[in-house]
């Protein structure tokens, strides 16, 4: 089998859940010996060296096609622009080579093929897009977010509506999906199993230890958990957090229970400082499906997050606390809640965290059931 998989990035070169998710099919992909053709925006280096983040044995399978993508120009809309001609782009450097067996596009990177498809004017093998976290589809906060949606939305239903068949991960996203289209694919975001401790390894603080992983973000609620901090501080209550990501200085809270990490891109760097953590907190007002608390159970750890996208299908009281986006009164109680939780309690839910992961959300499988869908649709 030859896929054409379109993305806009792959970590380590482009940050992001969408990248790193593209990596992973990619990998194991090619460790499945299935034909990789990566669409990739240009990045000024070798052919060699950018395929220097995979194995060996996996890089004979992987074949990089870099494409233009456009420079960036600030006004209301522009990403959907750029996507869009960015896909325009993508289109003319497929027509220039043979036909996959399928096109997995990430995103908006399908557009222009999706257009000349519904024109029956080409060729084109079935397409299969993958939009996550569809935010534009959840409820909006803030009036750069509603102005947002307004351009989102129409192109993200054309993609949808002419996509052979949409990806999704999980049911809440699934069900938004299903009133634009009814070929859908559901599949979770899956982890590398080197992500996965020892039993063992999974202990206790001697006072909770939580932390968050991510960008500077309103989307991310940044705003919400740093007023719950700050509250939670005033209380005089006894813990830790952590944040690793890049943080301006203005938005940092200066307290010796708060600690600062900035971006960490090396893995084994960010999975020892996780690892070494109780609770991974997120506020986010949207999401998807988010590796990062896939990762951060895999390494043991308790979850407290909004219960926004699929997060649900991660998170229930066995492992964590789900709470209302937007609250940071109703957050500070949660983080009070695991900071009075019994040590017993708490090693209970790490060790169901990370049993989730093993029996759910490794690649392993996520791939076997990627592959066995497309199978069947292409049959």
């Known amino acids: 089998m030859r896929i054409a998989l379109l993305t806009d990035g792959i970590h380590p070169y482009v940050i992001g859940g969408m990248q790193m998710h593209s990596f992973y099919l990619a990998k194991y992909f090619a460790k499945a010996k299935i034909e990789v053709d990566l669409y990739h925006p240009f990045i000024n280096i070798s052919e060699k060296e950018f395929l220097a983040c995979f194995l060996p044995e996996e890089e004979i399978y992987i074949h990089p096609i870099f494409v233009d993508f456009p420079k960036k120009k600030y006004f209301p809309g522009h990403y959907i622009v750029e996507s869009y001609k960015y896909s325009q782009n993508i289109s003319n450097e497929y027509f220039r080579r043979n036909s996959p067996d399928f096109i997995y596009a990430q995103g908006f990177t399908g557009w222009e093929l999706l257009k000349k498809k519904k024109k029956k004017r080409n060729n084109i093998s079935p397409i299969g897009v993958n939009f996550h976290g569809l935010n534009m589809f959840q409820p909006s906060f803030g009036w750069k977010t509603k102005l947002n949606n307004v351009f989102f939305k129409p192109a993200v239903k054309y993609n949808l509506l002419n ?39 999974i202990t206790n603080n001697d006072i909770v230890n939580f932390i968050f992983v991510g960008r500077y973000d309103v989307v991310k609620g940044i705003d919400i958990l740093n007023n719950s901090l700050k509250k939670l501080i ?11 990501g890049p943080f301006p200085a203005e938005g940092q809270i200066n307290d010796k229970r708060v600690k600062y990490f900035g971006e960490i891109k090396n893995k084994a760097e960010l999975k020892n400082i996780v690892k070494k953590s109780d609770v991974i907190v997120l506020a986010s007002y949207s999401e998807g499906m988010p590796t990062v608390i896939i990762e951060a159970m895999a390494c043991g750890l308790a979850v407290l997050s909004t219960n926004v996208g699929v997060i649900d299908e991660l998170v229930d009281d066995g492992n964590g606390i789900l709470i ?39 690649w392993d499988k996520i791939i076997s059931k990627t592959i066995y869908q497309i199978e069947k649709f292409i049959s």
């Open 163 to 201: 996509a052979d068949c949409v990806f999704s991960l999980g049911t809440n996203l699934s069900n938004l999906i299903s009133h634009i289209s009814k070929n859908i694919i559901e599949i979770p975001i899956g982890i590398d199993n080197t992500w996965l401790v020892n039993e063992e390894e």
């Open 234 to 244: 005033a209380s005089d209550a006894s813990f830790m957090f952590n944040f690793v």
């Open 324 to 362: 209302i986006p937007g609250d940071s009164d109703i957050l500070k109680k949660a983080l009070s809640d695991f900071i009075k939780i019994s040590p017993k309690k708490l090693l209970e839910m790490k060790l169901n965290s990370r049993k989730k992961v093993e029996l759910n959300f490794l």
